[in-house]
Nanobody, 124 residues
Framework: QVQLVESGGGLVQAGGSLRLSCAGS????????MGWFRQAPGKERELVAA????????TYADSVKGRFTISRDNAKNTVYLEMNSLKPEDTAIYFC?????????????????WGQGTQVTVSS
């Protein structure tokens, strides 16, 4: 079993930055593809970014390309999401997830382990 705990969310003004962290325990995250998803009120959960087990392959939603960066430190069993130039429409609960697709899957059903989420609120 893998346990995931997100941190780093909060309230920020538009144009600001936040760095989310996802700490894993129970098993090494180094064998999993990892993803960050978000879910806004009344909307479906959507992929924000995904990263392969070795960090060499990354995928981003069009809405965050050029503003967000996903990275990982397998020695620290942690995955990060650096978010810059934040917009009010980025407001959501952000979840990290681990999946057996080591390349980094882009669909929810390909992820097996989920964190509880961290709230990100961007004010205008």
């Amino acid at each position: 079993q893998v346990q995931l705990v997100e941190s780093g969310g909060g309230l920020v003004q538009a144009g600001g930055s936040l760095r989310l962290s996802c700490a894993g325990s129970g098993r090494t995250l180094g064998i999993y593809g990892m993803g960050w998803f978000r879910q806004a009120p009344g909307k479906e959960r959507e992929l924000v970014a995904a990263i392969s087990w070795n960090g060499r392959i990354t995928t981003y939603a069009d809405s965050v390309k050029g503003r967000f960066t996903i990275s990982r430190d397998n020695a620290k069993n942690t995955v990060y999401l650096e978010m810059n130039s934040l917009k009010p429409e980025d407001t959501a609960i952000y979840f990290c997830a681990a999946g057996n697709n080591a390349v980094g899957a882009t669909t929810i059903r390909e992820y097996d382990y989920w964190g509880q989420g961290t709230q990100v609120t961007v004010s205008s």
